[in-house]
Nanobody, 122 residues
Framework: EVHLMESGGGSVQAGESLKISCKTD???????IAWFRQAPGKEREGVAA???????NLADSVKGRFAISLDIAEKTATLQMNNLKFEDTAIYYC?????????????????WGQGTQVTVSS
């Protein structure tokens, strides 16, 4: 069983920054972690992904504002969110799977965290 624990999140004003992290205990050397988000009444959407070879992927809606990084030693993926907008408000989930790649397909991921709330006030 693989576990993921999100941290960070909270409430900020539009234009401000926030950082959320996801720590995993996955024991396989090749893996990737993705961040998804889900706003009320909307489908879960992929935001960013990174694999253990440092290949990254960002959704068009966050390019230029968000950045994802992975600390291999700590097995922790961090999503730095800058210039936050009201529409970024959602519960953010991290997910992990064995193997390399950066696809944002929720069904690819067998392991999920509990989610962390990000609220942006306009």
């Amino acid at each position: 069983e693989v576990h993921l624990m999100e941290s960070g999140g909270g409430s900020v004003q539009a234009g401000e920054s926030l950082k959320i992290s996801c720590k995993t205990d996955i024991a396989i050397p090749n893996y990737f972690i993705a961040w998804f988000r889900q706003a009320p009444g909307k489908e879960r959407e992929g935001v960013a992904a990174i694999d253990s070879m440092d290949l990254t992927n960002l959704a068009d809606s966050v390019k230029g504002r968000f950045a994802i990084s992975l600390d291999i030693a700590e097995k922790t993926a961090t999503l730095q969110m800058n210039n936050l907008k009201f529409e970024d408000t959602a519960i953010y989930y991290c997910a992990a799977r064995v193997g390399l790649g950066t696809a944002f397909i929720p069904g690819y991921f067998p392991y999920w965290g509990q989610g962390t709330q990000v609220t942006v006030s306009s």
